[in-house]
T-cell receptor, first 113, second 116 residues
Framework: AQTVTQSQPEMSVQEAETVTLSCTYD???????LFWYKQPPSRQMILVIR??????QNATENRFSVNFQKAAKSFSLKISDSQLGDTAMYFC??????????FGEGTQLTVNP | GAGVSQSPSNKVTEKGKDVELRCDPI?????LYWYRQSLGQGLEFLIY????????KSGLPSDRFSAERTGGSVSTLTIQRTQQEDSAVYLC??????????????FGEGSRLTVL
């Protein structure tokens, strides 16, 4: 079974600074996909960024980037130039050959003005 | 509609009553997922549909929970004889198809269920 672990229940950052959210996972699969989803207070989950395991290059989407370490089974999210609108719960998620997207416990990020 | 639509947005019920939660996925999306999110917790997988069939319903917590999907579109999650521990936000998501290459799931805003 796959598991996803987010060891930081809460984090805070000052506006315009950089913050990194951690995620580790456990799997015996070789091909899989990893995701970071954002859940603002409105409750609607929004995809932030995705990474294919077979790609060595780290994914980047504007201010969001990942540090994917396949051997260490680590998948951290870096948010640069943090904005107040980045305040949300962030979930790391994993999917392999099955169709069940497995989520971590989430990290509540607060961006302070 | 343009996104995944869920109803009701909020539901308060008494212990022992039955409830139905509805999900209307994005048009053309063949895969549909139900997750449960308890207060301050991550997302717990319940069931997913590919078309009208449910290849994986292993996440349903008990036989009081059931789900169906008709016409490859709308899905209904039914909870019979509700218990207080059923209180949670029930999230629905859809994607073009199921599988490891699914990529992005599109989520609704959830149905918040409170069992008194």
């Amino acid at each position: 079974a796959q598991t996803v672990t987010q060891s930081q229940p809460e984090m805070s950052v000052q506006e315009a600074e950089t913050v990194t959210l951690s995620c580790t996972y456990d799997t015996s699969e070789n091909n899989y996909y990893l995701f970071w989803y954002k859940q603002p207070p409105s409750r609607q989950m929004i995809l932030v960024i995705r990474q294919e395991a077979y790609k060595q290059q780290n994914a980047t989407e504007n201010r969001f980037s990942v540090n994917f370490q396949k051997a260490a089974k680590s998948f951290s999210l870096k948010i640069s130039d943090s904005q107040l609108g980045d305040t949300a719960m962030y979930f790391c998620a994993f999917i392999a050959s099955g169709s069940r997207l497995t989520f971590g416990e989430g990290t509540q990020l607060t961006v302070n003005p | 509609g343009a996104g995944v639509s869920q109803s009701p947005s909020n539901k308060v019920t008494e212990k022992g009553k039955d409830v139905e939660l509805r999900c209307d996925p994005i048009s053309g999306h063949t895969a549909l997922y139900w997750y449960r999110q308890s207060l301050g917790q991550g997302l717990e997988f319940l069931i997913y549909f590919q078309g009208n069939s449910a290849p994986d319903k292993s996440g349903l917590p008990s036989d009081r929970f059931s789900a169906e999907r008709t016409g490859g579109s709308v899905s209904t999650l039914t909870i019979q004889r509700t218990q207080q521990e059923d209180s949670a936000v029930y999230l629905c998501a859809s994607s073009l198809r199921a599988g490891a290459y699914t990529g992005e799931l599109f989520f609704g805003e959830g149905s918040r269920l409170t069992v008194l």
